[in-house]
Each structure stands twice: as C-alpha cells, then as structure tokens.
C-alpha cells in the first residue's frame, strides 16, 4: 500500500498502535477483525498445545537466546559489520543483505548520527519593526491532498480553489515529497526545518525521532526569534509523533489541538473537516495582535476510503473526491479571508503525500502533491509566477526568503 517495506523506524509507531487503537482497527474491515481473532484465538491454542513442562529443553532455549544476543552484539561492533550500508539506500541494501539484517544495519547506522551544528540565533530586525515583512504567515499541510487532474488525467476532476490559488501565487508547482500513503512527518520536517534527505542521512525515515536536537533549524524557532508569536493548530490527538512534545521544544508558543474543535457530525466522515479547521485558523487571524505564525496539519483526508465512508458512497476513489473538494474550498476560504483582512499575509498551502487508495491509486514514482505560495498586502499587486518544483525543504527556505 505503501511502495516500501518494513524499516526500523516503523516500530517507533508500535506505541501510538496500544495508545489509540481505535485509530488503527477502525481501518480493518468486519471481515478481517473477525479473521484476526480466530488466528489469534488458533495461534494461543497452539502454544498450549505445544507447550513443554519439562524445565531442560527452556534452560537450552534461554541460553541460546542469551549466547545469540551476545554474538549479535559483537557482529554490531565489527570492523566487517562498519563497512556495510554506508549510506541510505533500503530497497537495494533489502536485495543485499536481507529485512533482518537490514533493519539492524539501518537501527546502529541512525543510532550512530549525530545532531548538526546548531544555528546561530537569527539577530535581524524585528518582524514588527520591518516594512516589509508579513504580519501573518499561514502555512497549511493539507493531509493527502494532491490534484485529481494529476492522479486521475481527468481534467473534469480540476479543483476550482487550487487554479485560482496558482494563478495568484507568487510561487507554486509541485512538491516533491518521498512518502506515498503515508509517513507524514517526513514531508512536515521538511517544511518546519528544512534539512534535506540528503543531510538527513539515516534520519531520514522517521526525522521526528531526532528533530528535538535540531531545534534551532526550525521555522517556528527562527521566527519566533524575530518576534512571531508561533502557534501550531492540528484537529487530532497531538501526541501522534509526538507532536505534543516536540512542538513546544522547537519555538511554538502555543498549540491548538482536537479539544478545541467540536465533535465531527455523523456522516461527516471519520475527522474534523477541512473547512472547519479553516475557519479556526479564520478567528486566529483576526485575533492576532502582533506578528503571528500559524501552522496546521489538517486530517480530512486521511484514509481508509471503505464504503460508506461518505454516506451512500462506494468508497474509494469516489469519497476521496467528496473529500478533497473540501480541502479545496478551505483554500478558497482562506483566500477570501486574508484578501478582506487588510493584513500583510503570506498563504502557503501544500499536500503531505498522495492518498493510498487500493485500486484506484496504487504507489509509484510519481510522488508529487501541489503547493502554492500566496502574498497578501494592501498595496501591493499579486504577481502570477511560472510553477517552479520544489522539495520539501527547499519549501521551507522560500518562506524564510519572503519574510527577510
């Protein structure tokens, strides 16, 4: 589903699975929860049946554990075992040397990388003293939201709010972001601290994991240095990534989660929608009062696309569309909003990854969601601009460049 195997950083999500379980079994079908426990029901009359009393063949076993650990251990810390997988490359290290040994190679080669140097503290003018910095930056991850146009080739599907956000950015195109289906926070690094892949090395999988010691590169910390009041806005539990954690520790002043939106109607869908976050972000922009950051990572359009989904839906492809129009009419929603604010304000909507939509929407190479960049001000005429393809971290250094 998602283009990639097993890597050792999936297995940082095993607790968000015991944490919020509903999160996960919601996306199994009846069919394939009932499935589940009779394995599991098979698998424990197994071991009882199989069991051995006797205390001998347990003593065997736990001594070959133990002698196990031990070699592996010294095989971690070999000159041989050094030179192997200098650097990312999982698909063709999975051919080399296998999942096991490639899970251990990748696990002691992040274990191994260091934090950067960190930044000096930005010492500029103050974003409330400068003429031409914005008063608003609204920066909007949109989960799973790519162009239908782009997915599907048909352009019967074009999003009114996205064609006209490029035609009035200073800056848009595709974003071309690594993860397919999933693995948001990769494509959220990016964009918060702009370290690429590349610099990333080993941490690239999962860059949450670290990104505690990379603080000083973060967006929310160098604005927040110039004087922006950082505020990081996300409609669900924020312990996911361990967000609640992180965001403070990396510049952000205040953090608006799923307790400050209202539950999701039935047969709205499974989170809170699109437009509703839009018009939380609406009332913080009028109650801003100093130069502000918001930052949001919506959650309307994350998966499973199972029947009923939407009511009366065949799931799928179809409620993915009801879906992103939503998405869609946030943008246009955002535009009017900061247009008739009469603010200084700088709009930069983009989408994490593509949707994993099972036969209709299946990974490849083709990874790419849209961005759009948008300048609001009071005298000045918004330019249109040539799409101009960026990655996720070059993302976060063309925000940087339009505050200076």
């Known amino acids: 589903m998602l283009g990639e195997h097993l890597l050792f950083s999936d297995f940082a999500l095993l607790a968000a699975l015991f944490r919020q379980p509903g999160f996960y079994f919601s996306a199994l079908s009846g069919y394939q929860k009932w499935i589940s426990i009779l394995i599991g029901l098979a698998l424990l009359g197994a071991l009882a049946k199989l069991f051995v009393p006797d205390l001998g063949p347990h003593l065997v076993g736990l001594a070959l554990m133990l002698a196990t650990i031990v070699i592996m251990g010294m095989t971690l810390h070999s000159s041989a075992f050094a030179k192997l997988a200098p650097r990312p490359d999982a698909e063709a290290d999975l051919r080399r040397h296998g999942l096991i040994a490639s899970l251990l190679l990748y696990w002691q080669r992040w274990h191994e990388t260091g934090d950067p140097p960190a930044l000096p503290t930005p010492s500029g003018v103050k974003a409330n003293e400068a003429a031409t910095t914005p008063e608003l930056i609204v920066v909007v991850q949109c989960e799973s939201f790519a162009d239908p146009v782009a997915l599907t080739a048909n352009v019967e599907l074009t999003l009114p709010g996205l064609m006209r956000a490029r035609a009035a950015s200073c800056r ?32 690239c999988y999962d860059p949450f994991l670290t ?29 996911f990534y361990g967000r609640d954690q992180l965001m403070p520790a990396i510049g952000f002043d205040r953090m608006v989660g799923a307790d400050h939106f209202p539950p999701v109607p039935p047969g709205k869908g499974r989170y809170v929608g699109d437009r509703t976050v839009g018009a939380k972000l609406c009332d913080l922009i009028d109650a801003a009062t100093q130069p502000t950051l918001l930052y949001a990572v919506t959650m309307e359009n994350h998966g499973p696309w199972m029947k009923d989904r939407v009511p009366g839906s065949s799931g799928g492809l179809e409620a993915y569309l009801h879906h992103v129009r939503n998405s869609d009419a ?59 393809d960026l990655t996720p971290d070059a993302l976060h250094h063309a925000i940087l460049q339009m505050v200076d």
Not at 182 to 199: K, N
Not at 214 to 235: K, M, N, Q, W
Not at 332 to 337: A, G
Not at 350 to 374: C, K, N, Q, W
């Open 211 to 239: 990104a505690r010691g990379e603080a000083s590169y973060a967006l929310s910390t160098r604005l927040g240095a110039i004087g922006y009041d950082c505020v990081f806005v996300h409609p669900h539990d924020l312990r």
């Open 330 to 388: 946030m943008l246009s929603d955002l535009m009017d909003h900061l247009a008739n604010s009469g603010r200084t304000a700088l709009l930069i909507f983009f989408g994490d990854h593509r949707p994993s939509i099972p036969g209709a929407i299946e990974p490849g190479p083709v990874r790419h969601t849209p961005y759009v960049m948008l300048r609001f001000a009071q005298d000045t005429q918004i330019l249109s601009a040539e799409p101009t």
């Open 172 to 203: 848009w195109g595709d974003l071309n972001v690594s993860g397919f289906g999933a693995y948001t926070m990769r494509t959220e690094y990016g964009v918060l601290f702009g370290r690429s892949e590349a610099e990333l090395g080993f941490r």
